[in-house]
């Protein structure tokens, strides 16, 4: 008995030295993976607690997906694959040559090492793939991601299906200020460039249905036309904000802060309005 503590301490030290990515789930069906960077907390009929980079990439997996012109369906299945395939991570390894979020394979054909390590290339090639799969909107999650992973473990994506659809739900923006992020410490950019960054990502991801967009000090505007893709806008620049300086978003009557992280209700000449998202960035 006196055994246990050390065995204990042990097994930790040797799960922090290989840097092991721990799932845990409560009750509710919520999951809250290893963080390595400030939290992201969504919550749309259920909650999932990712990290920043897990975040940027679940929204940039949504993103191609809608541009794509591709149900919420295909958005579920892309996520719930990639969350067991990487944990929303864009991995530089896997099994045998497989690398990326999706974990595809340039032997099999799905392209170059670099391109399958870019989040809107590899995303771009999963929905092509599934969207070649007959009848998958009819199948199970598990059952359409396997026709198009070709998985030794086929029904293992299933397990992600309740995570998947919560941010779905919230970055096809389908759910009111469903995605908080926390940012702290010195701003990675500021000013014109941080704008320009943020601009730059909305345009790769979303692709030319923001030409309407516009930077300006400090930080720009997009146009949208309604409350759902006020929302898909709003979420997608909260899930980014750590990478690009960015400081607040608001849409309607609401407004995030970057330290705080949380969406609080603001009046007068802050609110933003039903048509457009405003996005500052650090000075």
């Known amino acids: 008995m006196r055994r246990k503590p050390v065995v204990l301490i042990a097994l930790f030290a040797l799960v922090g030295a290989l840097g092991v990515v721990a799932v845990v789930r409560s009750f509710s069906g919520s999951i809250k993976l290893t963080q390595r960077g400030p939290a992201c907390t969504v919550r749309a009929d259920g909650e999932v607690t990712l990290d920043s980079t897990q975040m940027a990439n679940a929204a940039t997996i949504t993103a191609v997906g809608l541009r794509r012109e591709m149900p919420e369906r295909a958005v579920v299945i892309a996520l719930a694959t990639a969350l067991q395939e990487s944990k929303l991570e864009n991995v530089e390894h896997g099994d045998r040559d497989s690398l990326g979020l999706f974990q595809q394979r340039p032997s099999q054909g ?16 999963f929905y092509a793939s599934l969207q070649k799969v007959k009848g998958w909107k009819e199948m199970r999650v598990t059952d359409a991601a396997q026709r198009v992973q070709r998985s030794a473990y086929p029904n293992a994506y299933e397990k992600w299906v309740d995570e998947a659809t919560v941010l779905a739900r919230a970055l096809t923006g389908r759910a009111t200020r469903a995605v908080e992020c926390t940012v702290t410490g010195e701003p990675v950019l500021r000013g014109a460039a941080a704008a320009a960054a ?86």
């Open 110 to 125: 799905w392209g170059t090492p670099e391109q399958i390590r870019d989040p809107r290339y590899s995303s771009g090639r």
């Open 198 to 283: 943020l601009m730059e990502g909305l345009q790769l991801d979303w692709g030319t249905g923001l030409a309407a967009a516009a930077v300006g000090a400090p930080g720009l505007t997009v146009p949208v036309k309604d409350a759902n893709s006020g929302w898909r806008y709003a979420h997608w620049l909260v899930s980014h904000a750590r990478d690009t300086g960015l400081e607040r978003v608001r849409f309607a009557d609401l407004e995030w802060h970057a330290p705080g992280g949380k969406w609080q209700q603001v009046t007068g000449e802050r609110v933003a309005g039903n048509g457009k998202v405003v996005a500052e960035v650090f000075r």
